[in-house]
């Protein structure tokens, strides 16, 4: 596996350009397959018990062979411009017909760039924006750029100069089976992430870590308010079935009042809990049962979004459990691994929660760099057949 060079995340305020990266040379096998320790485990606790109010649906998702894919990339998702809608969009909502101004190659006409934006076509990575909803990214910066949301949390294990092996954090990269005491949290709230109990350990075939049960916890406290408009993704290999806290962001607060997700919930009912608490009694969405096997790799998203008054656990891409109205919580110290018996590859903590077309870029940019573009549904933006597919990939994170 050939790492590439690490794309820091710009900061929201004074983010000039953000920059792609060169296609690198494709993967070797790098193959996440089914993992050595896929016999049923303990049940590592007890499953609370919640009012789980709000409607909830659940859903199984369609898409194909979930322990193909492999990272197809270095540090960053990387390949051509997104390719996204074209259909006329500007700041205001306005659509129809694209007047003539939109292919004359001049800025004219209300477009915020060159033959795109307003009523115009969606602009690209990088180009000029008035909101984004003229972007394909669907994020415009605030120094109105097309650009990528950074996330508040990015923990990468396929950036492996951010894990150390030493408890003083500062030798890096560790070797395949080395103890990791600190992961660098790339992401703009910064800080490290400390091993509580001698895990995980550094799985270099994989570029991912391996929890045992133990977690690895923030330093600081990563949030200042409430976590009423958050949304987390994951991208993981279960390796044993038990009770698990994947990530926490109140850590260690459990039951009313934690904020975790399981992925999944345990030995009996295997399904995916998306748990909020604080309200007095815990809210819990919960996809279908079964719905993930032991050694399956994919990615999955928690979605908490006041902007569209909605929950959501979505797995590689698609719903698989909704509920109505987004709910707030006190933030706390962010966790993951915890109780876990997993590979974990990547994690990313968004708040505000990505708008819906940045969340499908997110996506898009995770299966690009995993592996996995096979899995997201038919109709999703950045689907392809073949997995390890670079072409139309996503610039960014």
Not at 3 to 22: K, M, N, P, R, Y
Not at 57 to 81: F, I, L, N
Not at 177 to 195: E, I
């Amino acid at each position: 596996m050939v790492v590439g060079g690490v794309l820091g995340v710009a900061g929201l305020v004074g983010c000039s350009s953000f920059v792609g990266i060169e296609e690198p040379p494709a993967a070797d096998d790098g193959t996440r397959g089914t993992g050595e320790g896929a016999s049923t485990g303990d049940s590592g606790g007890s499953e609370p018990t919640g009012a789980g109010s709000g409607s909830v649906t659940t859903a199984t998702p369609t898409s194909g062979d979930a322990t193909s894919g492999s990272p197809t990339s270095g540090d960053d998702a990387t390949g051509e411009t997104a390719a996204g809608d074209t259909e006329p969009s500007g700041e205001s909502g306005s659509t129809g017909p694209a007047p003539p101004s939109c292919d004359n190659e001049v800025q004219d006409g209300g477009e915020t760039d060159v033959d795109c934006g307003g009523r115009c076509k969606r602009c690209d990575f990088g180009e000029s924006c008035g909101g984004a909803t003229d972007c394909t990214t669907g994020f415009c910066s605030l120094d109105s750029t097309c650009s990528n949301q950074p996330p508040l949390v990015w923990l990468d294990a396929l950036d492996a100069a951010t894990m150390f092996s030493d408890d003083a954090c500062t030798t890096a990269p560790p070797t395949d089976g080395q103890q990791v005491y600190c992961w660098q949290n790339k992401g703009s709230a910064d800080g490290m992430f400390l091993d509580e109990g001698g895990q995980p350990n550094y799985r270099e075939p994989e570029n991912g870590l391996e929890f045992q049960d133990n977690p690895m916890v923030s330093d600081a406290s990563i949030f200042g308010g409430d976590l009423g408009d958050v949304t987390i993704f994951i991208v993981q290999q279960e390796r044993s079935s038990r009770n698990s806290y994947d990530v926490n962001l109140n850590h260690p607060a459990t039951n009313d009042a934690r904020y975790s997700a399981s992925i999944p919930w345990g030995n009996a009912t295997r399904a995916i809990a998306w748990d909020i608490g604080g309200t007095g009694e815990m809210e819990r969405l919960e996809t279908a049962q079964d719905i993930i096997e032991v050694g399956e790799m994919h990615q999955f998203a928690l979605v908490n979004s006041a902007e569209e008054s909605a929950r959501a656990i979505r797995i590689d891409g698609e719903d698989a459990a909704t509920g109505v109205g987004a709910l707030a919580h006190t933030a706390g110290t962010v966790s993951v691994g915890d109780d876990a018996r997993t590979v974990i590859y990547e994690v990313r903590v968004y708040a505000p929660s990505p708008s819906p077309q940045h969340r499908e870029v997110i996506e898009g940019q995770l299966a690009c760099k995993w592996g996995l573009r096979d899995l997201l549904p038919m109709g999703h933006r950045f689907h392809s057949a073949d997995p390890e597919d670079p072409a139309g990939c996503p610039v960014g994170l």
